[in-house]
């Protein structure tokens, strides 16, 4: 009667998980978590090296750090000790950084099948993770280690529904030693998931750009900066300033090894080559055409074009020809028109193959005059983006109310077409992107849009890591009153329950593809509740990994995987 009840056998005591004694000491050299523990000491040890020829290091301080990260029980404790020799930062402020500890508490993805759908089964499918983006990052690492190739974050570096009117940044909810130290560890594990020739932007604004670009120049090396980018997103005066109304953001841009990152702007490849044909045989050789028209539209470009075939053509509404009528007139009589093989097309722009890459150009940090031609394939890469070319805050904000019905969602999205900007200069057809303050969905509608524009080649891959945080314009969260309705919109012209009433769905085709979302889900390490323990909640599909048939081997891969993801920031 008072019998004890034979333990599930799919219930393995789960207690070794948050522990290191996983395995006896003598055998953990020989295990894979061993493995993984000695390959996460490597890297931290190569970083602090690398410090040290950087002079950020005292050679004396890492010879005693190397032996403590060596002897470091946990990866966890190894991070901890590395963080001792860089407390001060090179640029001489420092903030008050919240270390991490272990808890009893494993993060886990868990497939939502409400948000979640599917468009094709044959179709990309793409990611949006609902929750903290630290746990996010870390369960990320299981899969995607050193597989990501673009990186773009817009964080949090003031007090939303102040803007840019706050004060100063230390009036705001988010202190800037807040920021930073929110900041530190996301981007340790950012660069982690990086591929070699992997680069990360991030938008900031005035008041804290000298800052971030310290805590970047800590993380990711001063000489794999590349560029900090200047973004016009206003372009009217805001005439309550004082002094300066400032018009502008900034994006960073930093690469996890410069010599390797991969850059279209700067080197050309094959595959790029191959596009370019010669359908009317020039004598110029072979070339490419590029869109006319862009956005948002400028009056005096707006004008009729008869095309060869006597067909009257104009701008799409809301956009411009992105040449004067002056210097279309040029282009046309020097025959760097194209009007399709049938000469009726929308007009487009040659551009010869032969011209991208002229020697002796130096790169120029203002961007082009709207009259002058931009060429997106050569190699010189401009660090001011004017809205002409990249769109601008009100943009956004239309744009996004097209999509949700009208609904103010998000204060301050940025442009589809900045982020496609970015995209477009460091990204394969095939590039994994990642946005781990993803807000509103505008990477993941820019990285559609180009899939769009590649045909079928287009197969980048977006994962979106948002909170669902409530606010007087999100009651229900912002993950689902804006993430995931957009870009369930765009995606298949649809709202969640079938409608297709919203301006965005009358004037564009759906973008295509399947989404996964995945919410962060909790399991205590102790768990020992028949069906209920991490062995038997964590889905390993959704890592990238087959199903496992054996309560052995399912153990194992979740020792070996997880107890990284109980890290906790204090």
Not at 139 to 153: A, F, M, P, S, T
Not at 459 to 482: D, M, S, Y
Request: hydrophobic fraction near 35%; charged fraction near 30%; charge should be neutral.
């Amino acid at each position: 009667m008072n019998e004890k009840k034979p333990s599930h056998p799919s219930s393995p005591k789960p207690k070794t998980v948050a522990t290191p004694k996983v395995v006896s000491a003598a055998a953990k050299k020989s295990t894979p978590t061993a493995d993984r523990k000695a390959d996460g000491k490597a890297d931290i040890i190569a970083d602090l090296e690398k410090r040290v020829a950087d002079k950020i290091l005292e050679p004396n301080n890492f010879d005693l750090l190397k032996k403590l990260v060596l002897n470091a029980d946990t990866l966890n404790e190894a991070i901890m000790i590395a963080e001792l020799g860089t407390t001060y930062k090179r640029t001489g402020f420092h903030f008050d950084k919240r270390l991490e500890k272990l808890g009893d508490t494993i993060r886990y993805f868990k497939k939502n099948t409400e948000l979640s759908f599917g468009t094709d089964k044959d179709a990309l499918t793409h990611k949006l993770i609902i929750g903290d983006n630290y746990p996010a990052l870390l369960n990320l690492l299981i899969e995607y280690k050193g597989r990501v190739d673009v990186i773009y974050i817009d964080p949090p570096y003031g007090k939303d529904y102040m803007g840019y009117f706050a004060k100063t940044n230390y009036e705001n909810a988010i202190t800037r030693d807040n920021l930073l130290s929110m900041l530190y560890p996301r981007l340790l594990l950012a660069k982690r998931l990086l591929s070699d020739s992997g680069v990360i932007f991030c938008s900031i604004d005035d008041r804290n750009m000298a800052y971030v670009r310290g805590l970047f120049d800590e993380v990711f090396g001063e000489s794999n900066f590349i560029a900090s980018i200047v973004w016009e997103r206003a372009f009217a005066p805001i005439s309550l300033k004082r002094h300066f109304s400032v018009s502008h953001d900034y994006m960073l841009c930093f690469a996890k090894n410069e010599e390797t990152a991969f850059c279209k702007g700067r080197k050309r490849d094959e595959e790029a080559d191959n596009r370019y044909t010669n359908p009317d045989n020039d004598p110029r050789g072979v070339w490419s055409s590029d869109n006319l028209s862009v956005g948002p539209a400028v009056e005096e470009n707006i004008y009729p074009i008869t095309t060869p075939g006597g067909r009257v053509v104009t701008p799409p509404k809301g956009r411009s020809w992105s040449l004067s009528k002056s210097v279309f007139a040029e282009k046309r009589n020097d025959n760097r028109i194209w009007f399709g093989s049938d000469g009726n097309g929308v007009p487009r722009v040659k551009r010869f193959l032969s011209e991208l890459r002229k020697p002796g150009i130096t790169p120029m940090t203002v961007w082009r005059n709207e009259d002058v031609e931009v060429d997106r394939d050569n190699e010189e890469i401009l660090t001011l983006w004017k809205y002409e070319e990249v769109g601008h805050s009100q943009d956004a904000t239309k744009a996004l109310k097209s999509i949700l019905s009208g609904e103010k969602c998000f204060e301050y999205p940025k442009p589809v077409g900045l982020i496609k900007k970015a995209l477009s200069l460091y990204s394969n057809n095939d590039s994994i992107i990642l946005d781990f303050f993803a807000g509103s969905g505008t990477t993941g509608q820019a990285v559609l849009e180009l899939n769009k524009e590649d045909g079928d080649e287009g197969k980048r891959q977006f994962i979106l890591v948002t909170n669902n945080e409530i606010t007087p314009l999100t009651p229900n969260g912002i993950a689902i009153n804006a993430t995931s309705k957009r870009l369930k919109r765009v995606m298949t012209g649809k709202c969640y329950d079938e409608s297709n009433d919203f301006e965005w769905a009358k004037k564009n085709k759906p973008l295509g593809g399947n989404l996964l979302v995945l919410d962060i889900a909790e399991v205590a390490n102790f768990e020992s509740t028949a069906g209920k323990t991490p062995f038997d909640v964590i889905d390993e599909t959704l890592y990238g990994q087959e199903k496992i048939d054996t309560v052995k081997e399912k153990t194992l891969w979740v020792c070996n995987n997880f107890e990284i993801t109980q890290k906790r920031l204090e």
